[in-house]
């Protein structure tokens, strides 16, 4: 099967240019050809190899990171984030980021306020191994500059995670304005809440009627040609870890009622219900094999509320409990 082509934006090649990287430089060290760089659209791994080749060419991740984020002019935006950086205040922002971000693959946003936070975190789409290093980071730190930039305010995170190592900690941490831990489970980034609050000095009603159905129309567009199904299995994956996503979480997610998902999941011959736990079941396979999450981990990352619960719907799933699973499949790939 094909790869999903990603649209690629024109800005990046002019925003490295800036920092003294050409865009042949980027091609060849990604080992892609060089009309590459006239593409609109690239394969997933093509997305990867030019980030990775970016992150190459820099000394450090975390410099890569920072240069790039905030050296980039706001004028190199494509039309999806000139939609959030145009918006009404820090949190329509955020929330126009993560829907429009379903247009284009393989990342995904979720966003969760929480007293006085808000946790913002980064998955991948189906069948799509996590991104290199740099793409993350970048990936966390616009979403900051946006805030700052958008606000005219120097806003600080409260903390930031990343799964991966990142370079020098210090650099990030200088920019965040807070701690950052690296080599953690998950990829994410937590604000104060009031922040979401605070209204766009760059905010522009005209400009988003113009833009706005323009995108919806264009994300409809890419949400038809998948199946209710796979949206759901999608949204859900991203969706679980701390809690049990429900069904008008989902729904809301995808511009409709509760009542009316529930009605196309049926006219596909499934159920939410049936679609959570096809979820966590393959999910739950997934992080077994890695190592470095113990039972309990896997057990919260899979939105359970104990580990018990895990437990009881792992060895009905597969007739054995997840550290045998986990013993026998150490056991499988050693011999390979």
Same mark, same amino acid.
């Given at each position: 099967?094909?790869?999903?082509?990603?649209?690629?934006?024109?800005?990046?090649?002019?925003?490295?240019?800036?920092?003294?990287?050409?865009?042949?430089?980027?091609?060849? /060290?990604?080992?892609?050809?060089?009309? =590459? =760089?006239?593409?609109?659209?690239?394969?997933?791994?093509?997305?990867?190899?030019?980030?990775?080749?970016?992150?190459?060419?820099?000394?450090?991740?975390?410099?890569?990171?920072?240069?790039?984020? *905030?050296?980039?002019?706001?004028?190199?935006?494509?039309?999806?984030?000139?939609?959030?950086?145009?918006?009404?205040?820090?949190?329509?922002?955020?929330?126009?980021?993560?829907?429009?971000?379903?247009?284009?693959?393989?990342?995904? #946003?979720?966003?969760?306020?929480? /007293?006085?936070?808000?946790?913002?975190?980064?998955?991948? *789409?189906?069948?799509?191994?996590?991104?290199?290093?740099?793409?993350?980071?970048?990936?966390?730190?616009?979403?900051?500059?946006?805030?700052?930039?958008?606000?005219?305010?120097?806003?600080?995170? /409260?903390?930031?995670?990343? @799964?991966?190592?990142?370079?020098?900690? !210090?650099?990030?941490?200088?920019?965040?304005?807070?701690?950052?831990?690296?080599?953690?489970?998950?990829?994410?980034?937590?604000?104060?809440?009031?922040?979401?609050?605070?209204?766009?000095?760059?905010?522009?009603?005209?400009?988003?009627?113009?833009?706005?159905?323009?995108?919806? !129309? *264009?994300?409809?567009?890419?949400?038809?040609?998948?199946?209710?199904?796979?949206?759901?299995?999608?949204?859900?994956? +991203? @969706? #679980? @870890?701390?809690?049990?996503?429900?069904?008008?979480?989902?729904?809301?997610?995808?511009?409709?009622?509760?009542?009316?998902? !529930?009605?196309?999941?049926?006219?596909?011959?499934? @159920?939410?219900?049936?679609?959570?736990? !096809?979820?966590?079941?393959?999910?739950?396979?997934?992080?077994?094999?890695?190592?470095?999450?113990?039972? /309990?981990?896997?057990?919260?990352?899979?939105?359970?509320?104990?580990?018990?619960?895990?437990?009881?719907?792992?060895?009905?799933?597969?007739?054995?409990?997840?550290?045998?699973? +986990?013993?026998?499949?150490?056991?499988?790939?050693?011999?390979?």
């Amino acid at each position: 099967m094909p790869q999903k082509r990603i649209k690629f934006p024109v800005g990046f090649w002019k925003g490295i240019a800036q920092l003294g990287i050409t865009a042949q430089d980027v091609v060849r /060290k990604a080992h892609l050809p060089l009309t =590459i =760089i006239k593409e609109q659209a690239v394969t997933n791994d093509q997305y990867f190899a030019i980030w990775q080749a970016y992150s190459d060419l820099m000394d450090d991740t975390a410099e890569g990171i920072i240069k790039l984020a *905030s050296g980039f002019e706001t004028t190199l935006y494509p039309p999806t984030v000139l939609a959030t950086y145009h918006a009404r205040d820090y949190r329509d922002a955020l929330h126009r980021m993560a829907r429009y971000k379903r247009m284009c693959p393989p990342e995904a #946003l979720r966003i969760t306020e929480k /007293k006085d936070h808000c946790i913002i975190e980064l998955a991948w *789409s189906d069948n799509v191994q996590a991104g290199p290093p740099m793409l993350i980071g970048i990936t966390l730190a616009f979403l900051l500059e946006l805030g700052r930039r958008g606000t005219g305010q120097p806003l600080a995170a /409260k903390s930031v995670e990343f @799964s991966q190592s990142m370079g020098d900690v !210090q650099v990030l941490e200088s920019y965040f304005g807070c701690r950052v831990k690296t080599c953690g489970t998950s990829n994410r980034l937590i604000l104060e809440r009031k922040d979401l609050d605070r209204p766009f000095e760059s905010y522009n009603a005209e400009l988003l009627e113009i833009l706005t159905p323009v995108l919806d !129309q *264009s994300l409809e567009a890419e949400q038809s040609n998948r199946s209710i199904k796979e949206m759901v299995k999608w949204i859900t994956k +991203r @969706s #679980l @870890s701390g809690g049990r996503p429900n069904i008008q979480i989902i729904a809301n997610e995808l511009g409709m009622s509760g009542r009316t998902l !529930q009605r196309r999941l049926k006219d596909e011959g499934t @159920s939410f219900n049936d679609l959570l736990t !096809q979820v966590r079941h393959e999910m739950a396979r997934e992080f077994l094999t890695d190592l470095k999450l113990d039972l /309990k981990e896997v057990a919260f990352l899979l939105g359970y509320e104990d580990y018990n619960s895990f437990f009881r719907a792992f060895r009905h799933w597969e007739g054995d409990t997840p550290s045998n699973w +986990r013993d026998d499949h150490r056991e499988t790939e050693s011999k390979i």
